[in-house]
Each structure stands twice: as C-alpha cells, then as structure tokens.
C-alpha cells in the first residue's frame, strides 16, 4: 500500500515536470520568450539573508517578476508564512501549472497571475520587495519602469542584470557561477 502511494507520487511528479518543461519549450518556440531558468540554490540562500537584513516585519509583499516554475515564490512563502508572495509570469500554461501546484500543496500566501510585467502599475501595488531574475535588455528596460514608478521604502532585488537606473545599495557575491551576484536596487 505504501510502495504504491509512493510510486504514484513519483510518477505524478516526473508527469508535472514533463509537462511544465513541454509547455516551457512550446511558449519560447512561438512567443520567442525568456527562458524559464529557476534561480539557483545559492540565490535561495542569499536572497534570504537579504530578506533578514531588509525586511521591517514578517507580513511584507514580494512579488517575482518572471516567477518561472515558481521556486522562488514559493521558497519565500514557505519560510515567511505572514509574507503576501506574488509570483507573475507572462507564459500561460506555466501559471496553470503553478495554480496547480500551490491548490495541491494547499499554499495560502502565494498567488500566481498571468501578467506583462510591462503593462503592471507598480505605483499601486505598493511591494515591499521586487525579485528580478530577466534577460539583460529587458532588465534594462524594466528598470526604468520601476525608477518611475515604486515608491521610496520598496527594495528591488537584481539577479545577475544590471538594473542600471536604480541605486545599488548592497551586493551579495557568489561562491559559484550559475547565478549572481545578487543586487540590492533603491529608487
Ligand atoms: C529566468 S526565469 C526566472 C524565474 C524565477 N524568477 C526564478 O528566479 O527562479 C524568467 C521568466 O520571466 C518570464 N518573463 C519574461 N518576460 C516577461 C514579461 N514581460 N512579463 C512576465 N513574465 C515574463 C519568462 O517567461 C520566464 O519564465
């Protein structure tokens, strides 16, 4: 009984990753998008000792621009469980997958919502933190956005692309190559 309880969740595992990776291929195939490449595990690391430094309660808003497969998102939702977590992905079978992922895993504090980041009004959305792991002209250009429209107290976090209108205030290097550094951005 239990052999078979584990055998179904492993093969619903690999399942839900053949089709996230199916869907991933098909999305860069016909809209020529990003790729979604997670963070690796050395930014969870250091992202969440940049969390500690910078966060001034536990029930802030993050939200992750390109959230991908969701790792991230739900990395950060999991360890601060009073945190609202926002994950937006332009790729719309990735955001049916990952609705599919937190009803399963019963998530409460993440929502995942199909969105042009481009086309988001930040000025309202008040984040406390931004998470932003893109290519390098579309970081460029996003960057611009964001200077026009956060709000002072919001901190930008930089995977590896420079956001160059933004004020860098704090920089996490890495012991590896894969990912980072890590920036921290002020308006
Ligand atoms: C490199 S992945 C980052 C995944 C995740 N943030 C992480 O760090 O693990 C970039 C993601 O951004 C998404 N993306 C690219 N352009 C976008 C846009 N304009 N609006 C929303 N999502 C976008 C891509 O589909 C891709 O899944």
Partial sequence: MMIDIIKVLIV?????????TLFNVLYICFFRGVPAIPSSKETLHNLEKILLKYKTSDDFVFYDLGCG?????????????SSKVVGVEINPFIVFY?????????????DF????????????L??????VYL?????KK???KLKNELNFGS????????????????????KTLINGPLRVYKK
């Fill in 142 to 144: 996003l960057s611009a």
């Fill in 126 to 131: 008040k984040p406390d933190f931004i998470y």
């Fill in 135 to 139: 290519g390098d002209s579309i970081s």
């Fill in 98 to 110: 990952l609705k599919c992922k937190k009803f399963i895993f019963g998530y409460k504090n993440v």
């Fill in 113 to 124: 919502i199909r969105a042009n980041i481009f086309k988001m009004d930040f000025y309202k």
């Fill in 69 to 81: 497969n969701g790792k991230l998102s739900f990395f950060v939702a999991k360890k601060y469980p």
């Fill in 12 to 20: 619903g595992i690999i399942d839900i990753w053949v089709i996230y």
């Fill in 155 to 174: 901190i930008v976090i930089g995977n590896k692309f420079l956001l160059p209108d933004l004020k860098v205030v704090d920089v996490v290097k890495y």
